[in-house]
């Protein structure tokens, strides 16, 4: 049932690439676990060994705190419909900020995104896929627009503010360092 690959082979990838969602997960050695649902099309595979997400405004910023205190991150991916499966990509990631040299080049691989606060490129150093066939068949509506929407209503200032309020630190007091990397 189980499988394990060094890299994202060309299966594996097509899988990712019809995923509508997928679960970030990340902890520093002594923080709670966290781990965040992502959609909006955000996700990118760079090659047999590299992948990276666009990470946009939310309530939390769990993830780029984890990341800049230990960079271990998986993703996992579920298949709600067709052959079961789960996929798990391990390994080491970083937070690439908009101030960053490598932001504009990275961020080209997305839609413009109203929100966009940071971009995880991550080293992918184990694949694997697991049998999934206690994951139940769900069908995929659409996209929700409500976070675009809020963004869009917020405004480059109103973003900053809400960063400024929300999202400076994890819920166990790490730093997350948005508003200096960021503005």
Known sequence: ??????????????????????????????????????????LRVLGPNRVIWLNVTGSGNETAAHIQSHSRMTIMFA????????????????????????????YNHFPATVGARQIFDMQVELVQNSCGMAVPFYTYN????QLNQWATKQGEQGLKQYWEKKNQSSIDGIETHILEKNT
Do not use: C
């Open 1 to 42: 049932m189980g499988q394990q690959y060094t890299e994202i082979n060309d299966k594996n990838r097509l899988f990712i690439e019809q995923q509508k969602i997928y679960f970030v997960g990340t902890a520093t050695a002594d923080s709670r676990v966290n781990i965040s649902p992502k959609g909006m099309d955000s």
């Open 79 to 106: 298949a709600f419909e067709g052959n079961p499966n789960i996929l798990r990509l391990y390994g080491q990631a970083k937070v690439v900020h908009q101030n960053d040299e490598q932001w504009a080049e990275l």
């Open 142 to 145: 659409e996209e929700r627009e």
